[in-house]
């Protein structure tokens, strides 16, 4: 794990390892502190190995499984894990996916689930992504 603060900043950038280094300025995710803890942003999170390759083309339960996954090595990183979920945005390059994206979701989420926005759009960054989720996590102190 790599958690750098940005220079004259709270913010910390976390870069878990063995992750696919992000394709541009971007950071997997950042932690801000709040009372009590601190805020978790993750950023979109796709189905590939550390190299970048598609994992399970075709496949959007495969990728469910390994999106959550990753989200999960990221909170990991941050202290956190998936129950300290918050907010959901899944994107969905094609609706007749969803059964299968939420059956994945609904196993990994524990109660409370937390709030989920779910949007169909043309296309991911990589045509083989059928599925990118992103997320904000609060930690608690402590961890």
Same mark, same amino acid.
């Given at each position: 794990?790599?958690?750098?603060?940005?220079?004259?900043?709270?913010?910390?950038?976390?870069?878990?390892?063995?992750?696919?280094?992000?394709?541009?300025?971007?950071?997997?995710?950042?932690?801000?502190?709040?009372?009590?803890?601190?805020?978790?942003?993750?950023?979109?999170?796709?189905?590939?190995?550390?190299?970048?390759?598609?994992?399970? !083309?075709?496949?959007?339960? =495969?990728?469910? #499984?390994?999106?959550?996954?990753? %989200?999960?090595?990221? @909170?990991?990183?941050?202290? /956190?894990?998936?129950?300290?979920?918050?907010?959901?945005?899944?994107?969905?390059?094609?609706?007749?996916?969803?059964?299968?994206?939420?059956?994945?979701?609904?196993?990994?989420?524990?109660? !409370?689930?937390?709030?989920? =926005?779910?949007? #169909?759009?043309?296309?991911?960054? %990589?045509?083989?992504? @059928?599925?990118?989720?992103? /997320?904000?996590?609060?930690?608690?102190?402590?961890?």
């Amino acid at each position: 794990m790599s958690e750098t603060p940005a220079t004259g900043s709270a913010v910390h950038a976390i870069q878990p390892a063995g992750h696919t280094p992000p394709i541009g300025r971007y950071s997997p995710a950042v932690s801000v502190p709040v009372g009590g803890g601190r805020l978790v942003f993750v950023s979109g999170q796709v189905s590939a190995d550390g190299e970048g390759r598609t994992i399970g !083309p075709g496949d959007a339960a =495969t990728q469910a #499984e390994t999106v959550f996954h990753r %989200i999960s090595e990221v @909170l990991k990183a941050a202290g /956190g894990t998936l129950a300290d979920l918050v907010s959901l945005v899944i994107y969905l390059v094609d609706l007749d996916d969803f059964t299968a994206v939420s059956t994945v979701r609904n196993r990994v989420l524990a109660d !409370p689930a937390p709030s989920s =926005t779910l949007v #169909e759009v043309s296309s991911l960054a %990589i045509r083989d992504h @059928l599925v990118e989720i992103s /997320g904000v996590a609060f930690v608690p102190d402590g961890r």
